[in-house]
């Protein structure tokens, strides 16, 4: 659909728009000579507001209808219900040909115009949970910056959003068109969507209390073995009992909780200091150098190196 005057990108702004949201594909794709950008709303859905700003976007829903692609930005509330024109819009574009991409939870926008189901997808970490109960038919990735499923592609918040588009300039014109957008926008040039999310904290909270003083225990205790007989035994239950338990109220087994917490004191660890990989790995409890670095990158998608440069730079 793409023409000689360029390939035409239009950015949706639904209400509560994000403004950083809503800026990315704007100044990734309206200053590269390869594309033709239009800002886009429903009009009858009146103002779209943002925090203390009033967008004016120049063009109406028609904008879909003609896109090559159509850039969903994230908007604040993603629970709140969108305007049914605006759905009605992104399912004729996408029906009509036009590839989608969405930034943040704009992911929700898709989900509820039913064109993510049964496929996968990424949004915030914070609102990747809530994406998967209120669309279970959605493959959501938590941890991925983005996903790209051929016409439809998905990404995590802001700079991940940076990603997506480079990837889009990639995809569409080469590494040549990518790069001088990555240096014109003073970004990294590439950052693979497999990458993982740097999220705040890998393991999940506890929903109550009955079980808050062995979790203390595991965390206080994170270099030393722990098995899950000798947590049952701690808790005063049997071990099928204290299984069943803890999964209520964490969502996982005390094996992956643990592990998960062991992964956050070894990132802290990384962050914080310069204690050599080697040492990280006994102190999280997460074993050998090598056993360490695995499942260091299996759960966060770097290297423990690496991800010290990134946040120590930082």
């Known amino acids: 659909m793409s023409t000689a005057h360029g390939h035409r990108v239009a950015v949706l702004a639904l209400p509560g728009v994000l403004l950083l949201d809503l800026g990315i594909p704007v100044q990734a794709f309206g200053t590269d ?12 859905a009146g103002p779209v507001r943002s925090g203390g700003f009033t967008v004016a976007a120049p063009e109406g829903l028609e904008a879909l209808r003609d896109a090559d692609t159509v850039v969903v930005p994230g908007y604040e509330d993603p629970d709140a219900p969108l305007p049914a024109a605006a759905l009605s819009a992104i399912r004729s574009a996408h029906a009509g040909g036009a590839r989608l991409v969405s930034i943040c939870t704009g992911a929700f926008a898709l989900a509820a115009a039913g064109l993510l189901d049964g496929r996968p997808a990424t949004t915030h970490w914070r609102d990747a949970a809530a994406l998967q109960r209120r669309y279970p038919l959605v493959d959501v990735r938590p941890n991925q910056l983005y996903v790209d499923d051929g016409d439809i592609l998905t990404s ?9 588009c480079l990837h889009v300039i990639r995809r569409d014109y080469g590494a040549a068109a990518a790069n001088a957008r990555a240096r014109a926008l003073v970004a990294p040039p590439r950052r693979h969507g497999g990458q993982a999310q740097f999220i705040e904290r890998l393991r999940p909270a506890g929903r109550s209390e009955e079980l808050a003083p062995v979790r203390a225990w595991m965390l206080g205790n994170l270099a030393r073995r722990q098995t899950v007989d000798e947590l049952a035994h701690r808790a005063h239950m049997s071990r099928r009992t204290f299984i069943r338990r803890f999964q209520q109220e964490t969502d996982t087994s005390p094996m992956a909780w643990l592990t998960a917490a062991r992964l956050d004191w070894a990132r802290e660890l990384l962050e914080t200091t310069t204690t050599p990989v080697e040492q990280v790995a006994r102190l999280s409890g997460l074993g050998s150098p090598a056993a360490f670095r695995a499942a260091f990158r ?15 730079a930082r």
């Open 33 to 44: 000579p390869h594309y033709r950008v239009a800002v886009c709303a429903d009009p009858s």
């Open 298 to 312: 299996r759960h966060v998608g770097t290297s423990p190196a690496e991800y010290r440069a990134t946040f120590q």
């Open 156 to 164: 995590a918040g802001v700079t991940a959003g940076v990603d997506l």
